[in-house]
């Protein structure tokens, strides 16, 4: 297991792994920090681009956003990784063949959300994969796959049924487009997926799930996956994306690509 330890003063990040399912913990000191990826730059792109692209992402709007979108996938690819808050760890597992990746904070990308660090300031540290060795890792007690279904647009599709403290696994089968899955609990059993369509779509007032305790995973790459160990409590969990629609910059749950999650 390979500790992240993310926070307003520090960030501490394995620089050396074996190729296979790396296992990692994140923990953040702060509600300022908390969301941590791994990228892996593409042939001829430098990490100062991708400092510069992922900024720009959380810097623009409309069009603009989807032309910011397009560039940072051209260059780097997204592995996803975990998102907590203070005084809950999340445990992820990342299949990563060998090479450089960077393992980095996003909300120091997105302005005054996070610390707001000066470019080229942000939290970020190589991490090296070097060869593989024999590793065991627990199988997932579910699958949770986003996709893109002909006439209904984007949807997360669930396999299996998630179980607290068992890993789940997080699947992006969506076509050149990046997403990720955050969970929020809902605490109110009355509480629909029509209600959090409302939400998403301006008509449901206040978010019907606790936006202040979601854990997951930042956005992956198409064709990626990530395996999350989230300690999530027996209860409702709303599975949700603030990802941009490479197509109309508008939110993808906006979209309908939300599910609630129940958590054995």
Known sequence: MLHIVTGEDGFTS???AFAGPVAFQL?????????????RLRAGATEAQFRARLRRVFATEGQDTIKAARALMATAELYGGGITHPGTDTRFTVPLPPGRYLVYEYLDFEGPRGRDPQPGQEHLRPLTVHPPTAAVSRPPCATLTAVDIPDQGPRFLLDGHAASGAPLRYVNRMQDQVDEAMFCPVTDDSVTEKDIQAFFDGTGGAPPFDLSKWLGTPPLSPGREVLLTMPLPPGRYAAITWVSSIHDARPLSMHGQHRIVVVR
């Open 14 to 16: 394995p620089a050396h």
């Open 27 to 39: 923990r953040t000191t702060s509600m300022r920090t908390g969301h941590v990826g791994v990228a």
